[in-house]
Nanobody, 115 residues
């Protein structure tokens, strides 16, 4: 079992930045890829970025250049740096982790960008 807890969300003005964190606990030894997804009101959950245990990153095209995913394996923590935010980035941001064939999700953290 893996538990994921996101933090760092909040209200920010357009053009601002936030850094999201996702702390993993439990059986973290066999976590492979981790990722960030987001879900805006009335929309489906969408990929933001993923990162493997070796550090290979993948971004959704619309996120490239503004968002940066990283992980600290020693701290079992995943990060997402959000820059140049705009109101369309308003959503609940979720982290997930792949572990021995299962996918675990956190409860999400709200990011609200005001114009």
């Amino acid at each position: 079992q893996v538990q994921l807890v996101e933090s760092g969300g909040g209200l920010v003005q357009a053009g601002g930045s936030l850094r999201l964190s996702c702390a993993a606990s439990g059986d973290t030894m066999f976590i492979s890829a981790m990722g960030w997804y987001r879900q805006a009101p009335g929309k489906e959950r969408e990929l933001v970025a993923t990162i493997t245990s070796g550090g290979s990153r993948n971004y959704a095209d619309s996120m490239k250049g503004r968002f940066t995913i990283s992980r600290d394996n020693a701290k079992n923590t995943l990060y997402l740096q959000l820059n140049s935010l705009n109101p369309e980035d308003t959503a609940v941001y979720y982290c997930n982790a792949k572990h021995t064939g299962r996918v675990y999700w956190g409860q999400g953290t709200q990011v609200t960008v005001s114009s």
